[in-house]
């Protein structure tokens, strides 16, 4: 007996993730930078290393042959320019270049790999979770949260790399020679204005960052109204609802206007006083540096030098804040990747599950109770089964819980109790991926992708050919139509399949699941949301493609299900009839009575039992 405990919306989805400590930071970032089993990589990242190092060291020597470049040049009695000083300044500022060029290009699949293996695992963590999370979701928000988190890990490696580790490096080299050949205080000096800048940096970004978050909060609430108005954009136009979008759409960007222009002013601050320190830091040495001048203790080439040095501390520390601040904002989004990544499914497999092992097909379902909330049971201890190769229906008022054993016979959520088993092996015991690749579905409201014709039935068997494509498409009679279109099979569908009308998407459907041949196929009110005419029509393609199968019907229709072995009709979530469809109308109970409003021509639609929303 499989239980599920319901998780609260609390627990579905944390609010927010915990927040990065650098360690943590280095921690979720090392197996990208440092792939296991990758010895390439690898190599790359050693290599861009001593490519880094070697850098720095010849930067380092540009001030050196400047300095004797400026005191050579104002010896008295000079008859040649200093040829060697002024060819080794040359070759120290192109070799500097050219180390940090190839250090770039020698680590660019490092950081491309790093993104690529992030979005693959996220994206796998996401379908390895259970429908209730989608469910709960928004589309629009989450995929913006993976995209920026995605980027922001590649911009964390390089900004480590390219950025944060030279400088460091540069500023350890630029004080030991400052202490070896100068007096303290110029140290001192220059230190002092580093930690200033560092400290005023990291106080300042750190507010900014409960800013630029609140501003990400506002951005994302925008683009999830928007893909939800854009998705939709057929019922929008059809309740002349333009403008009240357009309102949910100005809401949002208000807020994020707000936000943006906060961010806009606290970073005016953060550039205004980090230019003010340097300002400040190199006055004062270049004031030393003058009165050593004076003094006789340090010659013009000195002062160069020292000028030199800051200037070069100054470029990478103007950009080191530029540099934490997009560091601060990377590790804002790596909170919503950290957090998904952290998520454990609803639904998962035992670790030693065994593939499903299918003979004949047959389905079972014992005592099956389920609740999607526990306080509003769905299905009461129901049972169901089909023997392999036969067609049972199930049937009964909106809201009775049918829809619901579909869902749970692909196991998108488990039982409360009871078991669901397939050749007398219990699902929640097999693997999810090997039970799903043996049950076909024909849903009512058919998913195509934006893609081809031929692509969407070719999910059916990703990799078929087009011979087997065309055969599946001329079993469910669609061959002839697809055909007659321009494009033929490469006929684009659009978005959701809206180029196609509601019987052409079903036998696509159809086409896709006959492509797939499983051995168990569901349809899932698969024609109730077209016209009888087109019902009819595909009534002979869902036939054949229910032929030497194990088929389980969800009807709204009940001429539709009138040749099952067996039908089942559900009421509040329990089964109060079973029989053919003749002995059904002979027990003149529900089935009955659904049975001659639709003779009667009404629409078959019973009111939802016991005040419930209709929901299956």
Known sequence: MATTSLPSAATAAPAAAPR?????????????????????????????????????????????????????????????????????????????????????????????????????????????????????????????????????????????????????????????????????????VTGVTIVAYAVFTMVTTNWRTVIRREMNDRDNEFNAAAVDGLINYEVV???????????????????????????EASLAFLNVGQAAIIATGVTILMILAAQGVVAGTLTVGDVVLLNAFMLQLYAPLNMLGVVYREVRQSVTDLERIDALLALEPEVADRPDAPPLQVRAGALRFERVDFAYDERRPILKGVDLSIEGGRKLAVVGPSGSGKSTLVRLLFRFYDTLSGTISIDGQDITGVRQASLRAHIGLVPQDTVL?????????????????????????????????????????????????????????????????????????????????????????????????????????????????????????????RVVERGTHQALLAMDGLYARMWRRQLAGEDGIEPPVDGRDGTD
């Not at 020597?61 to 080794?88: E, N, R, Y």
């Not at 979008?245 to 936000?259: I, M, Q, V, W």
């Open 20 to 188: 990065h400590d650098w360690l943590r930071l280095i921690a979720f970032a090392r197996p990208y930078v440092w792939p296991a089993g990758e010895t390439g990589l690898r190599l790359r990242v050693v290599a861009a290393m001593v490519l880094l190092v070697v850098a720095k060291l010849v930067n380092i020597a540009v001030p050196f042959f400047l300095k004797d470049v400026v005191d050579q040049l104002g010896m008295a009695g000079l008859s040649a320019i200093p040829l060697m000083a002024l060819l080794g300044y040359g070759a120290a500022r192109l070799g500097a270049m050219l180390f940090r060029e190839l250090r770039d290009a020698v680590f660019a699949k490092v950081g491309q790999r790093a993104g690529r293996r992030l979005a693959r695992q996220v994206y796998d963590h996401l379908f390895a979770m259970s429908l209730r999370y989608h469910l709960e979701r928004r589309t629009g928000e989450l995929a913006r949260a993976i995209d920026r988190g995605v980027k922001a890990l590649s911009y964390l490696l390089r900004s480590v790399v390219f950025n944060i580790g030279p400088t460091l490096i540069e500023f350890v080299l630029v004080m030991g020679i400052l202490l070896w050949r100068y007096a303290w205080t110029y140290a001192l």
């Open 237 to 263: 136009k059809a309740f002349a609802a333009e403008g009240f979008e357009s309102e949910r759409l100005d809401r949002s960007l208000a807020g994020y206007e707000r936000a943006a222009v906060r961010a």
């Open 449 to 573: 992708f934006n893609d081809t014709i031929a692509a969407n039935i070719a999910y059916g068997r990703p990799g078929a050919s087009r011979e087997a494509i065309v055969e599946a498409a001329r079993a469910a009679q669609i061959h002839d139509f697809i055909t007659g279109l321009p494009d033929g099979y490469e006929s684009l569908v659009g978005e959701r399949g809206l180029k196609l009308s509601g019987g052409e998407k079903q036998r696509v459907a159809i086409a896709r699941v006959l492509l797939k041949d499983p051995e168990i196929l569901v349809l899932d009110e698969a024609t109730s949301a077209l016209d009888s005419t087109t019902e009819l029509a595909l009534q002979d393609a869902l036939r054949r493609a229910a032929t030497g199968r194990t088929t389980l019907v969800i009807a709204h229709r009940l001429s539709t299900i009138a040749d099952a072995d067996e039908i089942v009709v559900l009421e509040r979530g």
